[in-house]
């Protein structure tokens, strides 16, 4: 199974709103609703922010949102923050009962 | 509150067996659903997703990896344990500790990780 691929940076002003792309194939994204999305500060672990391609845990910010069409995932940030400079990746279960995530995305607040 | 605490050596020499524990608190390896599972991360790059364990001992692992890897659980220690076989530089690596409950498809939390680096 190869890695999902999301942009490797994406940023934005802060107040502005930016998305970041995830795109594998009908075996994984595009086959299941089992999409995830991880925000990672350096040095510290990956904290769950999006699952079931746009559901929130309890304390993530509405700011964070999450969609999918076809074989892409979405996430967006709206009214970009300083705190949300960090790397996001995707996840996404597959076919093989698996899983398998995304290169990472730098997010930079200009 | 569920945490996730990973333990095992900072350094091993290449050809060499990693084994690496990470003890759950606050959730119990027998509850029906459960799972347990690392992930890791190279210096600068991004996960990788390695293995998985449930409560009922199914198993689950990365099929670029499987010939290297065994999980298995230790319910009377509430631990989860991965072997990784003839380690190489390229493993070196942050390995996390992580939950996944039976057919929910994501993983929280996840353990604060521990470093390996393959060195002879």
């Known amino acids: ?110 | 509150q569920i945490t996730l605490k990973e333990s095992g050596p900072t350094l091993v020499k290449p050809t060499q067996t990693l084994t690496l524990t990470c003890t759950f608190s606050g959730l119990s390896l027998s509850t029906s659903g459960v799972g347990g599972g690392w992930i890791r991360q190279p210096p600068g790059k991004a996960l990788e997703w390695l293995a998985l364990i449930y409560w009922n001992d199914d198993k689950r692992y990365s099929p670029s990896l499987k010939s290297r890897l065994t999980i298995t659980k230790d319910t009377s220690k509430n631990q989860v344990v991965l072997t990784m076989t003839n380690m190489d530089p390229v493993d070196t690596a942050t390995y996390y500790c992580t939950h996944e409950k039976w057919g929910e498809g994501w993983f929280d939390p996840w353990g604060q990780g521990t470093q390996v680096t393959v060195s002879s």
């Open chain 1, 1 to 110: 199974q190869s890695a999902l691929t999301q942009p490797a940076s994406v940023s934005g002003s802060p107040g502005q709103s930016i998305t970041i792309s995830c795109t594998g194939t009908s075996s994984d994204v595009g086959g299941y609703n089992y999409v995830s999305w991880y925000q990672q500060y350096p040095g510290k672990a990956p904290k769950l922010m999006i699952y079931d391609v746009n559901k929130r845990p309890s304390g993530v910010s509405d700011r964070f949102s999450g969609s999918k069409s076809g074989n892409t995932a979405s996430l967006t940030i709206s009214g970009l923050q300083a705190e949300d400079e960090a790397d996001y990746y995707c996840c996404s279960h597959t076919s093989s009962i698996t899983w398998v995530f995304g290169g990472g995305t730098k997010v930079t607040v200009l």
